[in-house]
């Protein structure tokens, strides 16, 4: 597509020419306005979309926008997408009504965002443009009836068909998928690309709806989709969804769909496109893994620092307790303070291994002030001492979120500001407290609907920012760190982050000022309810279990958890000696727990050869990696429950007896 730039900001332009020709399209640009209408004047092959920004010298966008529409009326369609850094509603329609602008992207724009808003322009091209080609065939037609004295004429069936061969060609070549749904929600066509991307044959769709193609997840999606689209709420667009293909794997789209009309205005169906993001999200994983690791790599020091302060307390008080157990009230304290260590490491580990690998965002009800001081605690040890860390947390509130993913909104924001002060010192400075976002007091959080928010700000007294770099600090690849120390994605992901829970980010700086970064989550109506642990309930039983671990000590340690539960224990270090016993006595066990990770024969395969033996066996598997990463493993369907080593006594007997008691 052939695309002309409009934009008096030099990097700003460049970088639009970057993206605009790494997606294939062939760009031309123009200082400012006036040079832009001069050269459209001038074009023998005019461009097909005009991307603008709004305030520019000799000619502002809607301006160069207005003029542009008055000389192409007849013309094909042009498609006009202004950025702008305005964000006030009454502007923007004024500008749309004046201008005859399309869309808009607010600065500083998402990628994703801008690409998706190119593509649905192409799209909304090729349907103006077959639209206008239809208009005058009509027209010509009309003419020709009204000379041949026929008043009301229909179109013949060979102009009909004319006219649907113009279409199906479209449509048949097109990249995209291309489909149309009866008002019943079902297939009535779908195009080629269909059987290009997801394997399945034309006829192996119609008739069909999404939910036979979509992920059990998704089905919430679509049906909000096809209800929007049903009410008449008009273009539907990106929305997410995943399909499954032919032979089993996923891809994932971007969804779109319009109501298609009748010459009353009733609603016949719904026409919509299928765009393929597989490859852009993957890729996007790909990224944010990488700044998850380089954001390890900071925490190093202070995790280490850490584990040490652990290690410390559970030997500092082991020992006590062993000099005083003639003191049952001191040796009590004593095993209460290594009971907390050892919880403490074993949530930090969780943390870890959550934060640094592959794992699905999980959302739940979430107080995210612990997190925070959880951050500060990890910071403190690897900054410099002429960095001091302060915080104030007020009335915190319960947000919907998923909370390795809130950490790593943290530990980049906190990180960044420290570095800006590594050199000079200063204060690095987080506050969180709750707000309430109205139409009267927008300020930051322009962008959102009103109600109940957490406001988190991360603040420093660093070199700050100039004008230039804070226009592109959400950019990926943009980094003003020397080569080596970043990805210049640790600031993209953040944005990506909080916009995909509904929130907001913003960021003030001035140089020499320091920078001040205000993250807004919505807050929710529920109310956290934390179990107190003098309240738990061990439940207990008389069932006889099969342990198995290779650790001589863990085995132990379960055995004798186990058998004050009042369950009859048999423990095993070795699969294979465990498979050995149970195949003499395949009876004898009411429940099975096996670690995962051992050698010869692991968690997975020994599950494998109980079931074999005994379909009907409930298995627990005790495992130091995420059960979302274990149910992906093959074999996963034999398994029960999932146990996160290292587990509490109160967690592993209740769990047993929530499997025991469905038997």
């Known amino acids: 597509m052939r695309i002309l730039i409009a934009e008096d900001n030099l990097i700003h332009r460049e970088v639009l020419k970057s993206y ?44 160069l926008a207005r003029r542009i529409r008055s000389i192409t009326a007849n013309a094909p369609y042009i498609y006009i997408l ?23 992207v607010v600065k500083p724009f998402d990628i994703t965002e801008l690409e998706m808003r190119i593509q649905v322009g192409e799209r909304i091209i090729h349907l103006e443009r077959a639209h206008r080609e239809y208009n005058r065939d009509l027209k010509r037609q009309s003419l020709e009836s009204l000379r041949a004295e026929v008043a009301q004429r229909r179109l013949t069936e060979e102009e009909l068909r004319a006219s649907n061969e113009r279409f199906q060609s479209l449509s048949e070549n097109a990249p995209d998928i291309i489909y149309t749904l009866g008002t019943d929600g079902t297939f009535n066509y779908v195009n080629p690309a269909w059987e290009n991307i997801l394997g399945h044959r034309r006829e192996e769709v119609i008739g069909k709806t999404f939910i036979d193609f979509a992920n059990e997840e998704d089905i919430k999606t679509y049906t909000d989709f ?82 040490n302060n652990i290690l410390g307390a559970i030997r500092g008080y082991s020992e006590l307790a062993s000099l005083n157990l003639h003191d049952t009230e001191k040796v009590k304290i004593h095993i209460g303070h290594v009971l907390k260590a050892g919880l403490r490491a074993s949530e930090l580990v969780r943390q870890i291994l959550a934060f640094s690998r592959h794992i699905k965002p999980e959302r739940k009800l979430l107080d995210i002030a612990p997190i925070v001081k959880e951050v500060l605690n990890l910071l403190r040890a690897p900054l410099p001492s002429t960095i001091e860390i302060q915080r104030f947390i007020g009335e915190s509130g319960v947000i919907l979120a998923d909370p390795t993913q809130i950490h790593q909104v943290l530990m980049n924001l906190c990180t960044n500001a420290a570095h800006a002060m590594r050199d000079t010192g200063g204060i690095l400075e987080v506050n ?36 230039q770099t804070l226009n592109q600090i959400f950019d990926p690849f943009f980094t003003t760190k020397a080569p080596g120390e970043g990805t210049g994605m640790g600031l993209s992901v ?19 000022q320091g920078t001040t970064f205000r993250v807004y989550l919505p807050l929710v109506d529920e109310v956290v309810e934390i179990e107190d642990d003098a309240a738990k309930k061990i439940l207990r039983g008389t069932e006889n279990i099969l342990l198995v671990d290779d650790e001589d000590v863990l085995v132990n340690l379960s055995i004798e958890m186990l058998t004050y539960l009042g369950y009859n224990a048999t423990g095993f270090s070795s699969g ?27 968690g997975i ?29 093959d074999g996963a369907s034999h398994i029960s429950a999932y146990v996160m080593k290292p587990f509490e006594m109160y967690e592993l007997a209740t769990l047993i007896r929530k499997i025991l008691d469905k038997l």
């Open 82 to 104: 202004l950025l702008t850094a305005k964000s006030d509603t009454k502007d923007l329609i004024t500008g749309f009504r004046e201008g005859g602008v399309d869309d808009y």
């Open 226 to 307: 096809l209800k929007q689209v049903r009410e008449g709420q008009g273009i539907m667009s990106d929305i997410i969804m995943t399909l499954l293909h032919k032979h089993g794997t996923t891809r994932v789209f971007n969804i779109s769909g319009a109501p298609n009309l009748n010459s009353k205005g009733h609603i016949t169906g719904i026409v919509g496109l299928l765009k393929d993001i597989t490859e852009q999200q993957q890729l996007q994983r790909q990224l944010q893994q990488s700044q998850k690791m380089e954001a390890i790599g900071t925490l190093a020091g202070g995790i280490a620092h850490d584990f």
């Open 432 to 467: 969180l407290l709750k707000i309430e976002v109205n139409e009267k007091k927008m300020g930051d959080a322009a962008d959102l609907k009103s109600g109940p928010y957490l406001q988190l700000t991360v603040s420093d007294t660093g070199q700050g920012m100039d004008t």
């Open 605 to 633: 395969q020994l599950a494998q050869e109980l079931h074999r033996i005994r379909p009907d066996l409930p298995i627990i598997l005790s495992t130091g990696f995420s059960k979302q990463m274990m149910a992906k493993k």
């Open 20 to 63: 605009l020709k790494n997606w294939g399209h062939e760009v031309i640009v123009a200082d400012d306005g006036l040079e832009a209408f001069e050269l459209f004047e001038s074009f023998q092959e005019m461009p097909e979309m005009l991307v603008t920004d709004w305030l520019m010298p000799k000619m502002n966008g809607l301006e």
């Open 576 to 602: 294979a000696k465990a498979l050995e016993t149970f195949q003499n006595t395949p009876g004898a066990y009411d429940l099975v727990i096996t670690d995962h990770t051992m050698p010869n024969m692991n």
């Open 494 to 512: 953040v944005h990506g982050i909080i916009k995909d829970h509904n929130g907001a980010i913003s960021v003030h700086s001035n140089l020499g």
